[in-house]
């Protein structure tokens, strides 16, 4: 069974950056591809990012473009989310997701395996 952990979170300055990273064990999602999601008190988990493994093509929620970047690492089996220049709307819990095909998706549904999240806090 695959699992995926994600760590990197905490509490950050608005103005600063936090990496994000994503560590799958059990199996590996090199045909496939990986997101980032997030959730907010009292909203609904949104997209954020997704990446497909072999080629590398991402694609980006509007309201993170030029500020967040994906990225993979095939030797450690990871997927991270560089995260600059946060405000404090991005404060939210951060879920890592994969599915075993190749194509870009910001639909939660369509992700077979989910991390636990990880909480980050953007405040003064």
């Known amino acids: 069974q695959v699992q995926l952990v994600e760590s990197g979170g905490g509490l950050v300055q608005p103005g600063g950056s936090l990496r994000l990273s994503c560590t799958a064990s059990g199996g590996t999602f090199s045909n496939g591809a990986m997101g980032w999601f997030r959730q907010a008190p009292g909203k609904e988990r949104e997209f954020v990012a997704a990446?497909?493994?072999?080629?590398?093509?991402?694609r980006y929620a509007d309201f993170v473009k030029g500020r967040f970047t994906i990225s993979r690492d095939n030797a450690k089996n990871t997927v991270s989310l560089q995260m600059n220049m946060l405000n404090p709307e991005d404060t939210g819990v951060y879920y890592c997701?994969?599915?075993?095909?190749?194509?870009?998706?910001?639909?939660?549904?369509?992700?077979?395996?989910w991390g636990q999240g990880t909480q980050v806090i953007v405040s003064s």
């Open positions: 990446i497909i493994w072999s080629s590398t093509a991402d």
């Open positions: 997701a994969g599915r075993t095909v190749p194509i870009l998706s910001g639909t939660p549904s369509r992700y077979d395996y």
